[in-house]
């Protein structure tokens, strides 16, 4: 069993944290909608419309058109051969090298943020008195440098993009231990990544890289935000189509039509006891996630890539909302019934 933090209440009222739903099924979660849609088209014998949802339009914005052109710093032959008193002789060596080429992503700002404190403190050393000026202005620059360097870590690391992109498929069922695998590892990168955009210094970049990998080996955020976003248009869809229960429905003079059973069992079996409760674990777990994705967006350099991660932040009031309005109707037709929700 799950708990359900919404739950319908009969007109005149509004959701409260109460009551328990019945786990679903291996099936994707937004098929419920689905089902619910064709019984009661079936039971108002209303035309066949389909509410499948269209794939999103919201999407992680593609490499190109976040990736910057970064200039490359560099010094004299001789200059960086007078530099083996400090690391940053060693550093230059290893950039330089097919491995070091070969850095992109989180990797390449993590050296670049190296190769600035190397500067600074081979600056300081008393053997580099002779190139000093020349380590100043390659600080400078490489300073100068480091937002693109970020920007393009964002636009290409893989398991970042994985964890904040929109996938797919609808999830299968709402697993907590896959959640808070993905949900872990997406709070503990970004917690590493602000300290190093706070102090501009880097440590070992071992954590930040297994979190990344775990990122790039899960499904479950990208189809937690599908699942969100599908369930939200089939339920606004639903809304549009059937705004009203119509009067024939209704209970009047102590009679109840048939087809007020009828609708009163679908909504019960398949709302109440099914989409309901995974709708409110849905929006817990995204409420989860509000904290880590205003930090990334704070520190994203990109104002469309800024845009996007608000708009994944929307996510839970936009689902929210839509429920809320499904439930209206169907809170004005129990009352009018004096039906007792989730109750036979």
């Known amino acids: 069993m799950k708990r359900s933090v919404l739950i319908f209440r009969s007109f005149g ?8 739903s019945a786990c679903s099924d291996d099936q994707g979660l937004t098929e419920y909608a689905d089902e619910l849609h064709n019984r009661i088209q079936s039971t108002l014998k209303l035309p066949d419309n389909s509410i499948e949802a269209p794939k999103p339009q919201i999407q992680y914005p593609a490499k190109r058109a976040l990736t ?20 940053l002789g060693q550093l230059i060596a290893e950039n330089n090298s097919a491995l070091g080429r070969l850095k992109d992503g989180f990797s390449r700002y993590h050296a670049d943020l190296t190769m600035i404190q190397a500067l600074k403190e081979c600056i300081e050393h008393p053997e580099s008195a002779d190139v000093k000026d020349k380590l100043k202005e390659a600080l400078a620059h490489k300073k100068s440098q480091l937002q693109n360097s970020l920007a393009n870590a964002f636009a290409q690391e893989e398991g970042l993009r994985k964890a904040l992109s929109v996938g797919n498929n609808s999830l299968p069922k709402i697993h907590v231990t896959e959640y808070n695998y993905a949900v872990n590892a997406l709070e503990r990168f970004t917690r590493i990544l602000e300290r190093w955009n706070y102090t501009k210094e880097a440590d070992d970049p071992d954590e930040l890289i297994k979190m990344l990998g775990r990122l790039e080996r899960s499904d479950y955020l990208p189809d937690l935000f599908r699942t969100m976003l599908d369930y939200s248009y089939k339920l606004e869809k639903m809304t549009e189509l059937l705004p009203e229960i119509p009067e024939s429905a209704y209970c009047q003079n102590g009679k109840v039509p048939d087809d007020a059973v009828a609708l009163k069992e679908a909504f019960n079996i398949i709302y109440l006891e099914e989409m309901q409760g995974d709708i409110a674990e849905m929006i817990e777990q995204h409420q989860r996630l509000l ?10 350099p990109q104002p469309e890539l800024k845009a996007y991660i608000a708009e994944l932040g929307s996510l839970s009031k936009k689902l929210t909302d839509a429920s809320v309005y499904f439930v ?9 019934c004096d039906f007792t929700p989730g109750l036979d």
């Open 291 to 300: 904290m880590i994705l205003d930090n990334l967006k704070g520190i994203a």
């Open 68 to 87: 910057r052109n970064i200039e490359r710093t560099s010094m004299g032959l001789l200059e960086s051969l007078r530099l083996n008193h400090c690391q």
């Open 13 to 20: 009222y509004a959701f409260v944290a109460l009551g328990l």
């Open 328 to 336: 209206r109707p169907w809170q004005k037709f129990y009352s009018a």
